[in-house]
Structures are given as structure tokens and as C-alpha cells.
């Protein structure tokens, strides 16, 4: 490209101001013709008209500080009812002078997330940060944390049985070593445990007083009920994925039905399923946690949705890819985790995060069982007598806070498309 | 012959005794773990509904307060359990639940197929009508021809119907499904009358009335048209623990028969009347025979209050709802409630 100009061509002039700026913007974009311009001035005047009357109410009729709903009657919105309620909204029936507790707890929550969000985690740190955070969680959600000593050991020996899969003839004799030896002393621990050999020793860390999840209410019961219900649901979906893909018979057979028994049901339903029906079916006296069992019912359903996704990863793969893994000679599981997972999971990244904010908001049908998660304890305000009859106000404020906490999520899925795709863009 | 048959009698007697273990397995894990179990609604106003502090309060919540009172002698040793409609009986059933006291309606079925007990009644609610006062309608009787907001498929709408097919009387119904919206169209004017149980229409009155109209503008007329009452039940099983709430409700109401409250119970306890003597536990025997401590009386009273003062506090006049006490009021002013005596 050169700036020569051909012999009698006109210098190119500025186009007219009427065409840039702001004016040239608006006539380009707003008012391109009749129709067009019509248009444009009915909805600015619509839209106006709505925002001036949402504005009276919501702004300048406003009551803002009230000693109950009586002084609020007449005039616009009454925020004094969210200054009221909003410790009872975000913490339901935690013991009031204890509310600090689920606040640090959603702070240690959000902390995790963050800090998972960022992709310079996404290694070994990754399980330090939801191991302490988690640990932390629940500790000021519960109050005390018993770490049984059967615990310890189970945790051993899955944690050797597992180094020993994933690093079985890739990784030195010396760490294989390592590996073996931990399942060892898991295994060896927990069979003189069940013998009877070793007491039945606890750690038990309990800095505050305890408090039963049905005393949880609110913010932190929507953030635990989706967060664990997802972390829990990824792996199983994983697992789920890999079964459907399986050429065992029966392995595929159980994994296909699974899903398209959770997947042809309604999350309600299975709530309801494990709410109701489970304690009919439990000996008498057994007693399963009520906030447990939804949280089960909600991995089980997330991991049904999960395990779709990552089948659709699955797929994308081309099949040399496996081939190759094949023909290093890695076995089944280290090819899995090595090889496959990692580019299947780059891809469905995105359409998780979707799903993960779907769930986030599915977690309010849990009200229908009777737990007070963060809509549900908005839906509580209301039915105090003193502060009853303002649901708009208190549906707004609900919808603010889901929507902070959607958006986020969605901008972050944005970002994520964008940077995990740097490799393949043009 | 005889001594055979009565030989027989006395084993079966012996072996039914056996079976009914009058050392209820309920009560002895009540008391083992320390805390009362209790199934509540998921928030009624007035009956249950957690407070801005988070605090469980409500009528039934004070059946709840009352009997760990009487097991305890504190009120506060209670877990609450919030059950909707669908959860409540086998949440009993399963013994995820102690006592359920969830403004449950009493019925022959739900008394003997589920496997529960009713122990005592601690509300009759019925159905009822809420007109604005400007109509001026002062009875039921004179609704002929009215349009009636009613909730669609609920016994609320056959017994609207029954009702006015006895009086020889026709209306127009409005089917809502959503209490917030039959609400709305009452207020709007769509129906003249709004008909469903009389707490949750002194609710709607206490809460929902829109400016510039006034809850006194409203009025529900005292024709009852249902029998709804409502009580704490517990499982088969367990007639110590049954008897403890039901024996629980009836000190309540023969404590406020007798005056004593929780203002003066500590003069009461003077008192030269036997009756009062026995109730308070100055006369010990009464807490023994039951299995408790002889100041439980002394204790509910202290803690929770009688039963007007319950139902004063909660849905009566120092309450917004303003429940007439109605057939609620004490066999002695003309009501329903009768306790048998304490002795």
C-alpha cells in the first residue's frame, strides 16, 4: 500500500460533522429513517415513563426508616422493612448475636471461588485453597468439626489408592513407594479399627458453640447447596461421562439409565423423593440430616446435567487422540486423566458455568422441603405480621442479590471463553 | 373354668402392658438427647414465623415451649423443624420429629391410618367471611347473591358451596389459586366477600389492607362454616409423651380459668385454694403421676404463660392479627375450651 494518488482522483475530504460524533452516531443508529425515529421516541418515551414512575416509588415516596409497616402504608417503597429483615434474609435463624459466623463463612466461600476463578490456580493449588477454604466454611457454619480417626485412615488409603493408579509405572519406584505405603497403613488402620484394636479416637476442633444446619437459613445455604452441590457433581459426572462411553455393558447400561432416570425427572420431584420418602425406607430411629439429603438430591440431579456436558467434550475429540495415548502405552486411567480430560474439559468449561449458574438459582426449590434458603427467608419476611404486605420490595432486594451474584458468574464465563480460546482463535 | 379364663385375662393384661411400655421410648430419647424435637409450619403469621431476629414465635410455637417446659422445666429446650403440608406426617412417622405442632387440622383418618395421635386442641379455626364494612352486612345470612374469592379444589370451596345451598342462597364465585392474588382481588374489589379459615383471613385483614383503607374497614362476619380445629399430635407408640402435651394444654387453660398467670403466679403459689394448690404443685402428686416434676404447672406458667395469655400475645388483641377469641374462649365464658381438672 502506498499513499500515491492516481493522477485526477479528488484529495478525500473529512466526512460532514453531521456523519461522526454523537449526531452521527444517533442518525446512523437511531433515527435511519421515519419508521426507524418513530420508533426510537416512542420506546425513549416508554421507557421514561416507566423508569420516572419506578424512580417515585422505589426513590423520592420512599420510606427508608420505620418502626413497623403501619408508618410505611401510603407512601412508595418501604426499604425500612429490608433494614429491618436483611440480618434474617441473609442468615435466617443463626443465632442472631452469632451472625458474624455464616458472614465469614460466605466471605470464605466467596474467597475460594474468587481465588478458583483465577487460572494461575488451576493446579495442586487449587485443592489447598477449597481444602482450607471448606475447612474454615464449615467450621464457622457448624461451630465444631470431629475429624474421626476412621476418617483419617479412609482418607489415606484412598489417597494411596489413587496415587498408586494415576502414577503406576510412569512415576519413580520411590514415589510409587510413597503411594503404596500410605493405602498401607489406610487399609491396615482401618481393618485393627474395625476389629477393635484401635479406639475409637476423634480429633475434635470446637471453637464456637455448635449449631445444626436446621438453624442455617439464607445466603450461605443457597452458596453451600449449589457450590458443594456442583464440586461433588463434577467428579461424579466425570465418572458418569466416562461410564456412558464405556464399552462394559453393563457399566454403560447403569450410567444411561441413571441419567435419563435423573435427567426425566423434575429437581422437585427428587426433593421431594428424598425428603419424604427416604426416612420411610431408613430403619426407624436412623436419621439422615434433612439438609444432607438435599444436598445429595441436588448432586445427583447436577451430576446427571454435568455428565451430558462433558460427553458432548468427550465427543469433540478427535480419535487420534486416543490412539496416541494408546500407543505410549498409558493405561486407562492415566490416558483418561493425562490425555483426554484435560482438552475434553477445556471445551465444555463455558456451558458448565451455565449450568452452575442455573443451579445457583434451582437451589430455591428446596423451600418446598421445608429449608430456608436465601429466597425462601425472604419469603419469611413477609409473613411477620408487622411488615407483612410489602412483597415487591422484598422480591426486588431477593432478585438484586441473585442477580450480583448471576452476572458475576456470567461475565466470568465470558472471560473464560475468551481466554481459553486464545490458542484456537485466528 | 373361671380361674382359668381370669388367669388368662391377667397374662393378656400383663402382655398388652408389656407391649404399651409405659416408660415411652419417645420421652426416654427426648430426655437423653437433652431437647424437644418439634415439627412447626413454614410460617404462619401468628401461629409460627421466624421474628426479624430469627426467633421462632406463634401459638404453636408456644405448645412446643410448654411441653419442654414441663419435660425440662425450660422452655427454651427446643429444636425447631419447619415442615410444609406434604412433609409434616412422615416426618412424624419417621421420627425425624418429636410432637408436631403444625396447625394441623383433627380428622378421623389422619387420627388412626397415618399411625399418629391428636393429644389435645390447642385452636378451633374454621372458615369464615371477610366483607369490607361498607357493605354493611352484619351476618353470613345476608350474602345472597354475593361474589365470593375463594381458592379452587380445597374443602374451602365445598363448604362455601354446602353452606349456601342449605340457606337457599346463590353467589358468584371467584377461583384464585395464589393467597397472595385472591388477596389482590379482594382489595381490588373484584369479589365482595373473601371466604378461607378465619386466622388466615384476620392475617390477610392485619397485613394486606392497601391505603388509604385501614384494617377496620374490613370486618369477618361470625358465622362459622367449618370446623377446623387444630392440635399437637405425636406417634403411636409413646402415651406417657401423649399425655404430657395433652395434660400440658389442659394446665394451660385451667390455669387461666383459675387466674393465675405468669404476672402472679409467684403469689398464686400462696393461694389457700386446694384446687390452685394442686395445679402449682404445693400439693405434690399431680407432676409425679404424670412423670414430670411437681412445679411443671408452676414452671409453663412462668415461662410460656396460660393459654389466653398465649393467645392474646399472638393472634388476640396485643397482636395485629386480632383474632376474636370466639369459641377459643373458656367453657366458662361461653367457649369450647374445657379442660378436664388437674387432680
Same mark, same amino acid.
Given at each position: 500500500?502506498?499513499?500515491?494518488?492516481?493522477?485526477?482522483?479528488?484529495?478525500?475530504?473529512?466526512? %460532514?460533522?453531521?456523519?461522526?460524533?454523537?449526531?452521527?452516531?444517533?442518525?446512523?443508529?437511531?433515527?435511519?429513517?421515519?419508521?426507524?425515529?418513530?420508533?426510537?421516541?416512542?420506546?425513549?418515551?416508554?421507557?421514561?415513563?416507566?423508569?420516572?414512575?419506578?424512580?417515585?416509588?422505589?426513590?423520592?415516596?420512599?420510606?427508608?426508616?420505620?418502626?413497623?409497616?403501619?408508618?410505611?402504608?401510603?407512601?412508595?417503597?418501604?426499604?425500612?422493612?429490608?433494614?429491618?429483615?436483611?440480618?434474617?434474609?441473609?442468615?435466617?435463624?443463626?443465632?442472631?448475636?452469632?451472625?458474624?459466623?455464616?458472614?465469614?463463612?460466605?466471605?470464605?466461600?466467596?474467597?475460594?471461588?474468587?481465588?478458583?476463578?483465577?487460572?494461575?490456580?488451576?493446579?495442586?493449588?487449587?485443592?489447598?485453597?477449597?481444602?482450607?477454604?471448606?475447612?474454615?466454611?464449615?467450621?464457622?457454619?457448624?461451630?465444631?468439626?470431629?475429624?474421626?480417626?476412621?476418617?483419617?485412615?479412609?482418607?489415606?488409603?484412598?489417597?494411596?489408592?489413587?496415587?498408586?493408579?494415576?502414577?503406576?509405572?510412569?512415576?519413580?519406584?520411590?514415589?510409587?513407594?510413597?503411594?503404596?505405603?500410605?493405602?498401607?497403613?489406610?487399609?491396615?488402620?482401618?481393618?485393627?479399627?474395625?476389629?477393635?484394636?484401635?479406639?475409637?479416637?476423634?480429633?475434635?476442633?470446637?471453637?464456637?458453640?455448635?449449631?445444626?444446619?436446621?438453624?442455617?437459613?439464607?445466603?450461605?445455604?443457597?452458596?453451600?447447596?449449589?457450590?458443594?452441590?456442583?464440586?461433588?457433581?463434577?467428579?461424579?459426572?466425570?465418572?458418569?461421562?466416562?461410564?456412558?462411553?464405556?464399552?462394559? %455393558?453393563?457399566?454403560?447400561?447403569?450410567?444411561?439409565?441413571?441419567?435419563?432416570?435423573?435427567?426425566?425427572?423434575?429437581?422437585?420431584?427428587?426433593?421431594?423423593?428424598?425428603?419424604?420418602?427416604?426416612?420411610?425406607?431408613?430403619?426407624?430411629?436412623?436419621?439422615?440430616?434433612?439438609?444432607?439429603?438435599?444436598?445429595?438430591?441436588?448432586?445427583?440431579?447436577?451430576?446427571?446435567?454435568?455428565?451430558?456436558?462433558?460427553?458432548?467434550?468427550?465427543?469433540?475429540?478427535?480419535?487420534?487422540?486416543?490412539?496416541?495415548?494408546?500407543?505410549?502405552?498409558?493405561?486407562?486411567?492415566?490416558?483418561?486423566?493425562?490425555?483426554?480430560?484435560?482438552?475434553?474439559?477445556?471445551?465444555?468449561?463455558?456451558?458448565?458455568?451455565?449450568?452452575?449458574?442455573?443451579?445457583?438459582?434451582?437451589?430455591?426449590?428446596?423451600?418446598?422441603?421445608?429449608?430456608?434458603?436465601?429466597?425462601?427467608?425472604?419469603?419469611?419476611?413477609?409473613?411477620?405480621?408487622?411488615?407483612?404486605?410489602?412483597?415487591?420490595?422484598?422480591?426486588?432486594?431477593?432478585?438484586?442479590?441473585?442477580?450480583?451474584?448471576?452476572?458475576?458468574?456470567?461475565?466470568?464465563?465470558?472471560?473464560?471463553?475468551?481466554?481459553?480460546?486464545?490458542?484456537?482463535?485466528? | 373354668?373361671?380361674?382359668?379364663?381370669?388367669? =388368662?385375662?391377667?397374662?393378656?393384661?400383663?402382655?398388652?402392658?408389656?407391649?404399651?411400655?409405659?416408660?415411652?421410648?419417645?420421652?426416654?430419647?427426648?430426655?437423653?438427647?437433652?431437647?424437644?424435637?418439634?415439627? $412447626?409450619?413454614?410460617?404462619?403469621?401468628?401461629?409460627?414465623?421466624?421474628?426479624?431476629?430469627?426467633?421462632?414465635?406463634?401459638?404453636?410455637?408456644?405448645?412446643?415451649?410448654?411441653?419442654?417446659?414441663?419435660?425440662?422445666?425450660?422452655?427454651?429446650?427446643?429444636?425447631?423443624?419447619?415442615?410444609?403440608?406434604?412433609?409434616?406426617?412422615?416426618?412424624?412417622?419417621?421420627?425425624?420429629?418429636?410432637?408436631?405442632?403444625?396447625?394441623?387440622?383433627?380428622?378421623?383418618?389422619?387420627?388412626?391410618?397415618?399411625?399418629?395421635?391428636?393429644?389435645?386442641?390447642?385452636?378451633?379455626?374454621?372458615?369464615?367471611?371477610?366483607?369490607?364494612?361498607?357493605?354493611?352486612?352484619?351476618?353470613?345470612?345476608?350474602?345472597?347473591?354475593?361474589?365470593?374469592?375463594?381458592?379452587?379444589?380445597? @374443602?374451602?370451596?365445598?363448604?362455601?358451596?354446602?353452606?349456601?345451598?342449605?340457606?337457599?342462597?346463590?353467589?358468584?364465585?371467584?377461583?384464585?389459586?395464589? =393467597?397472595?392474588?385472591?388477596?389482590?382481588?379482594?382489595?381490588?374489589?373484584?369479589?365482595?366477600?373473601?371466604?378461607?379459615?378465619?386466622?388466615?383471613?384476620?392475617? @390477610?385483614?392485619?397485613?394486606? $389492607?392497601?391505603?388509604?383503607?385501614?384494617?377496620?374497614?374490613?370486618?369477618?362476619?361470625?358465622?362459622?362454616?367449618?370446623?377446623?380445629?387444630?392440635?399437637?399430635?405425636?406417634?403411636?407408640?409413646?402415651?406417657?409423651?401423649?399425655?404430657?402435651?395433652?395434660?400440658?394444654?389442659?394446665?394451660?387453660?385451667?390455669?387461666?380459668?383459675?387466674?393465675?398467670?405468669?404476672?402472679?403466679?409467684?403469689?398464686?403459689?400462696?393461694?389457700?385454694?386446694?384446687?390452685?394448690?394442686?395445679?402449682?404443685?404445693?400439693?405434690?402428686?399431680?407432676?409425679?403421676?404424670?412423670?414430670?416434676?411437681?412445679?411443671?404447672?408452676?414452671?409453663?406458667?412462668?415461662? $410460656?404463660?396460660?393459654?389466653?395469655?398465649?393467645?392474646?400475645?399472638? $393472634?388476640?388483641?396485643?397482636?395485629?392479627?386480632?383474632?376474636?377469641?370466639?369459641?377459643?374462649?373458656?367453657?366458662?365464658?361461653?367457649?369450647?375450651?374445657?379442660?378436664?381438672?388437674?387432680?
Amino acid at each position: 500500500m502506498t499513499d500515491v494518488m492516481p493522477a485526477g482522483e479528488r484529495r478525500q475530504l473529512a466526512p %460532514p460533522t453531521v456523519e461522526t460524533g454523537v449526531f452521527g452516531w444517533m442518525r446512523k443508529n437511531l433515527f435511519s429513517s421515519w419508521g426507524n425515529g418513530i420508533t426510537t421516541i416512542v420506546l425513549i418515551v416508554v421507557v421514561a415513563w416507566i423508569l420516572s414512575n419506578f424512580l417515585h416509588w422505589a426513590l423520592f415516596t420512599a420510606t427508608f426508616d420505620a418502626k413497623s409497616g403501619a408508618e410505611c402504608r401510603g407512601h412508595g417503597a418501604c426499604w425500612a422493612l429490608i433494614r429491618e429483615k436483611y440480618r434474617y434474609i441473609f442468615f435466617g435463624s443463626f443465632p442472631y448475636e452469632q451472625h458474624w459466623r455464616p458472614l465469614f463463612a460466605v466471605i470464605a466461600m466467596l474467597a475460594m471461588l474468587i481465588l478458583s476463578s483465577d487460572r494461575r490456580m488451576w493446579n495442586k493449588r487449587l485443592i489447598a485453597i477449597w481444602g482450607i477454604g471448606s475447612f474454615i466454611t464449615f467450621l464457622l457454619m457448624f461451630g465444631e468439626i470431629s475429624i474421626s480417626i476412621s476418617l483419617i485412615l479412609f482418607m489415606a488409603l484412598a489417597v494411596g489408592g489413587l496415587g498408586m493408579i494415576l502414577r503406576g509405572s510412569i512415576a519413580p519406584p520411590a514415589e510409587l513407594n510413597g503411594w503404596r505405603a500410605l493405602a498401607g497403613i489406610g487399609a491396615v488402620g482401618l481393618v485393627l479399627r474395625m476389629v477393635g484394636v484401635l479406639p475409637a479416637w476423634g480429633l475434635a476442633i470446637a471453637p464456637f458453640s455448635y449449631v445444626e444446619t436446621g438453624l442455617w437459613g439464607g445466603i450461605p445455604v443457597t452458596m453451600i447447596l449449589a457450590t458443594y452441590g456442583l464440586l461433588f457433581a463434577f467428579p461424579f459426572g466425570i465418572l458418569l461421562a466416562l461410564g456412558r462411553r464405556s464399552n462394559l %455393558p453393563l457399566i454403560k447400561g447403569l450410567c444411561v439409565g441413571f441419567i435419563e432416570l435423573i435427567r426425566g425427572v423434575p429437581l422437585i420431584s427428587l426433593l421431594i423423593m428424598a425428603s419424604v420418602m427416604l426416612p420411610l425406607f431408613l430403619p426407624s430411629g436412623m436419621n439422615i440430616d434433612k439438609f444432607l439429603r438435599a444436598q445429595v438430591a441436588v448432586i445427583l440431579f447436577a451430576g446427571a446435567y454435568i455428565a451430558e456436558i462433558i460427553r458432548g467434550g468427550l465427543q469433540s475429540l478427535p480419535k487420534g487422540q486416543f490412539e496416541a495415548a494408546d500407543a505410549v502405552g498409558l493405561n486407562y486411567v492415566q490416558k483418561t486423566t493425562l490425555i483426554i480430560l484435560p482438552q475434553a474439559l477445556r471445551v465444555v468449561i463455558p456451558p458448565l458455568i451455565n449450568t452452575f449458574i442455573g443451579f445457583f438459582k434451582d437451589t430455591s426449590l428446596v423451600l418446598i422441603i421445608g429449608i430456608f434458603d436465601f429466597l425462601n427467608t425472604a419469603n419469611q419476611a413477609l409473613v411477620d405480621p408487622n411488615w407483612a404486605g410489602f412483597p415487591g420490595e422484598v422480591y426486588l432486594f431477593a432478585a438484586f442479590v441473585y442477580f450480583c451474584f448471576c452476572y458475576s458468574m456470567s461475565r466470568y464465563s465470558k472471560y473464560l471463553e475468551i481466554e481459553l480460546n486464545k490458542g484456537t482463535r485466528r | 373354668m373361671r380361674s382359668f379364663v381370669l388367669a =388368662a385375662a391377667v397374662g393378656v393384661a400383663a402382655a398388652l402392658a408389656a407391649g404399651n411400655a409405659f416408660a415411652g421410648k419417645d420421652l426416654d430419647a427426648i430426655k437423653a438427647r437433652g431437647a424437644l424435637i418439634c415439627g $412447626v409450619p413454614t410460617g404462619i403469621a401468628g401461629f409460627a414465623a421466624a421474628d426479624s431476629q430469627g426467633k421462632w414465635v406463634g401459638l404453636d410455637i408456644d405448645v412446643c415451649r410448654a411441653v419442654s417446659t414441663a419435660i425440662f422445666g425450660e422452655s427454651e429446650k427446643v429444636k425447631y423443624v419447619p415442615l410444609t403440608s406434604q412433609q409434616r406426617f412422615t416426618a412424624l412417622q419417621s421420627g425425624e420429629v418429636d410432637l408436631l405442632s403444625n396447625n394441623t387440622t383433627v380428622t378421623l383418618q389422619r387420627d388412626t391410618a397415618l399411625g399418629l395421635d391428636f393429644t389435645a386442641i390447642t385452636y378451633y379455626d374454621g372458615q369464615g367471611f371477610l366483607v369490607p364494612r361498607k357493605l354493611g352486612v352484619k351476618s353470613a345470612k345476608e350474602l345472597d347473591g354475593a361474589t365470593i374469592c375463594v381458592a379452587p379444589g380445597t @374443602t374451602t370451596e365445598l363448604n362455601l358451596a354446602d353452606y349456601f345451598r342449605a340457606n337457599k342462597m346463590t353467589f358468584k364465585p371467584v377461583v384464585i389459586e395464589k =393467597a397472595e392474588e385472591i388477596r389482590a382481588a379482594f382489595y381490588a374489589g373484584r369479589c365482595d366477600v373473601y371466604t378461607t379459615d378465619v386466622s388466615s383471613l384476620a392475617a @390477610t385483614r392485619a397485613a394486606n $389492607v392497601p391505603p388509604p383503607a385501614k384494617p377496620e374497614d374490613f370486618i369477618i362476619l361470625p358465622e362459622i362454616i367449618s370446623k377446623e380445629p387444630l392440635g399437637p399430635m405425636v406417634r403411636h407408640g409413646d402415651n406417657q409423651f401423649a399425655d404430657i402435651i395433652r395434660w400440658t394444654q389442659f394446665a394451660m387453660l385451667e390455669a387461666e380459668e383459675y387466674g393465675i398467670t405468669s404476672g402472679n403466679v409467684d403469689e398464686m403459689v400462696k393461694s389457700e385454694n386446694p384446687t390452685i394448690k394442686r395445679i402449682l404443685g404445693v400439693t405434690p402428686g399431680m407432676g409425679k403421676a404424670l412423670g414430670v416434676d411437681d412445679r411443671w404447672v408452676y414452671n409453663i406458667i412462668k415461662q $410460656v404463660g396460660n393459654y389466653g395469655e398465649s393467645y392474646d400475645r399472638h $393472634v388476640g388483641p396485643h397482636s395485629l392479627l386480632k383474632i376474636d377469641r370466639g369459641v377459643n374462649r373458656l367453657w366458662t365464658q361461653g367457649g369450647l375450651q374445657y379442660a378436664p381438672p388437674i387432680r
